[in-house]
């Protein structure tokens, strides 16, 4: 079993950035792919972007696209959220996901390991 643990949420302001990071433990951190989700209140959880096991393969959502990026350090295991320019629309809890393959899915349903979820609050 792999155990995920999220910091760096917080409030921003509108155009601001801020990074999360994600710590993983209990599995071979290379084989798995790490993806970011979020969920706004009274909306379900949606798919933010996330990263193969490898670092080759990047998928995002459209909403994201050339505002966050996502990076990984194997020999921490960590990954990292770097959202930039961010929008009130942004605000949501954000969580951090991994994936028993190393392969990547933009399905919340194949992403077998879940953190906790932290609070990320865009300011207008």
């Not at 995920?4 to 155009?15: D, H, N, R």
């Not at 629309?89 to 992403?111: H, N, Q």
Request: glycine share 12%; aromatic share 12%; proline share 2%.
């Amino acid at each position: 079993q792999a155990q995920l643990v999220e910091s760096g949420g917080g409030l921003v302001q509108a155009g601001g950035s801020l990074r999360l990071s994600c710590a993983a433990s209990g599995r071979t951190f290379s084989s798995l792919s790490m993806g970011w989700f979020r969920q706004a209140p009274g909306k379900e959880r949606e798919f933010v972007i996330a990263r193969s096991g490898s670092g080759s393969t990047t998928y995002y959502a459209d909403s994201v696209k050339g505002r966050f990026t996502i990076s990984r350090d194997n020999a921490k295991n960590t990954v990292y959220l770097q959202m930039n320019s961010l929008k009130p629309e942004d605000t949501a809890v954000y969580y951090c996901a991994a994936r028993s393959r190393g392969w990547p899915s933009k399905l919340s349903t194949e992403y077998d390991y879940w953190g906790q979820g932290t609070q990320v609050t865009v300011s207008s």
